[in-house]
Each structure stands twice: as C-alpha cells, then as structure tokens.
C-alpha cells in the first residue's frame, strides 16, 4: 500500500515508539541538564553535547540487556548508569554529589516534553483505533510523562512487561497479543527505521514518521528514508489525515 492510495488500511490497534517519535527527548533533556548544570555552577560544559552524550549511552545499555545476556533492568537503572558515566567523563565525580539530586535528574526521563502535534495527533487517531506506546520506557515511565505531557493513551504497555528492548521481536508480538489483534491489523508509528523493520518483521503494518532532532546520537547514520514504509508523515497529524 502506498501513500497516494486512499483505501482505508485494516488496522485495529496503533502503536507509538515514544522516544523521538511523540516525544523530544534530546530537546528535553538538554533543557533539565541546562538546569542542574547551572545549579552546580559547572558552567564550562555544554548542556546539549553532554544531553547527546547521555543518551547516546542508551542503545548501547539496552543492548546489554537485549543481545548480551544482562537480566532485565528497566530504562530508570540504565539512565541512571549511563548518568555516572558521563558525568565522570566531564570530570564531575558522581560520589560527589547528592544520590538525591542525581535520580532526580535520572527522572528527567519522565518529563519528556511532546512534540507540538503529537496530543492532537493521537487524540485524532484514538477515534478510529486502539493507540498505545510501544517503547522502551517501562510502565511508570510511560504513565508519568503521559500525565506530563498529556499523551491520550487509551492503555500503557511498558518494556517492564515483555522484559525487553526493541527490537526484540517479543515485544511486538507480545504487545499485539496483550491486546489481542492479530500484528497484521496493528501498525507502529516510529521516526526509526530500524523499529519500523523489527515491527514489519513480526507482521505490523508501518508508518514513519518525520523527525529533526529524534536520533540516537548514537545511531546517527541510521537510514532514516521515508519511503521503505506503508506510510509516511510530517507529523502525527498528518498520519491522522492519511489514516
């Protein structure tokens, strides 16, 4: 199915990588390490290279857990590993500093701040289909930046309950079987190829979605083409339109 066909896809149930596709994580967590720099007048590093710095540790941690055998942790545990890493690396001792003040800017991660269509977008697709994130933030995670943000989810599927990282293929199989759709009448909407790939591997129907600013700095050759997918959008509005 193509973009210029306008036949109405059989879809029950859409689901939402949340990192960079509904929320700006990089533009938000910049914001809160701004402040926390500012606090410990660190004022010579810069926040957004160490923002970029901090979450790009992040695939590499989740891996750990997805190919290298480490047990389940949630994204809270590794964001908070991957903190003490990079402050080490700009010089900063995290045994230094109050453990109070450092999972609170952990926590920053459930303080995500949307992309401006995403509530409207979402909100127009929960009219007609089932919406949920399907991410790699566990469940309080999830519900703490959907009452932050305001995302109209209609269920909230954590990582914490497949006990895995994307792109596992449990996790989208189990996320169609928690809902009971079959992965054929169920779409993920992500801004990452290689979510969308490790979805239309399991049977889901795909819709990217068009970012700035949403990689991993970690993943920064990733193909991000528009056009190796069922869909394509500018925004989640723009999804709403075409669905």
Known sequence: MTD?????????????????????????ITGEVANFLRRHEAHHIDAGAFADAWVGRYDAAAGAVRDDGRPYVTLDVLNRETLDVSLSEVGIAPSGLPARELDELTRAWHRLKPWPDAVAGIAALKKRFIVAPL???????????????????????????????????????????????????????????????GARACGLKTAFIQRSNASDPSKACENQSRHDWDFSADDLCDLARRL
């Open 4 to 28: 210029n066909e306008m036949i109405m896809p059989a879809i029950d149930v859409v689901f939402f990588d949340v990192l960079g596709t509904v929320v700006d994580w990089r533009g938000s």
């Open 135 to 197: 991410s790699d933030g566990h469940t309080r995670m999830l519900v703490d930046m959907a009452k932050f943000a305001g995302l109209p989810w209609d269920v909230v599927l954590g990582a914490d309950l497949f006990q895995a990282y994307k792109p596992t293929p449990q996790v989208y199989s189990s996320a169609c079987g928690f809902l009971d759709v079959a992965p054929e009448r169920a779409m993920l909407v992500a801004a990452h190829g290689y979510d969308l790939a």
